[in-house]
């Protein structure tokens, strides 16, 4: 199994699932669930990189308390949506060259 590649599905899959979310109005959904699951995925990918990318420093963990205002809500969603975004580049930028097959 690929770790990176299961990564990036990963986030991706969690984008789209926040858009299902977001497109009920923003009363109706809750911001913990991705945040918490965006933690889980930036653990993972910092075991890719073995403390060799300085890069990956610049995830912290986010706060997976779920704001009561709407407004609020939905600030912590783009802030989410940028990491996301963010992690989404670094690993790909990062990945390795396929190696030819010269069979």
Do not use: W
């Not at 975004?85 to 690993?91: E, K, R, S, T, V």
Request: charged share 25%; hydrophobic share 40%.
């Amino acid at each position: 199994m690929n770790t990176r590649k299961s990564l990036l599905s990963m986030l991706h899959q969690l984008l789209r699932e926040m858009d299902v979310v977001q497109s009920q109005g923003a009363g109706y959904y809750t911001c913990s669930p991705f945040a918490c699951r965006f933690n889980k995925l930036v653990a993972q990918a910092v075991r890719l990189f073995d403390g060799n990318n300085a890069l990956m420093e610049t995830f912290e963990k986010l706060d997976e308390t779920d704001p009561k205002d709407p407004g609020d809500k939905s600030k912590v969603l783009l802030a989410i949506r940028i990491e996301i975004g963010q992690l989404i580049a670094l690993l790909e930028a990062t990945e390795p060259a396929e190696k030819e097959d010269n069979t």
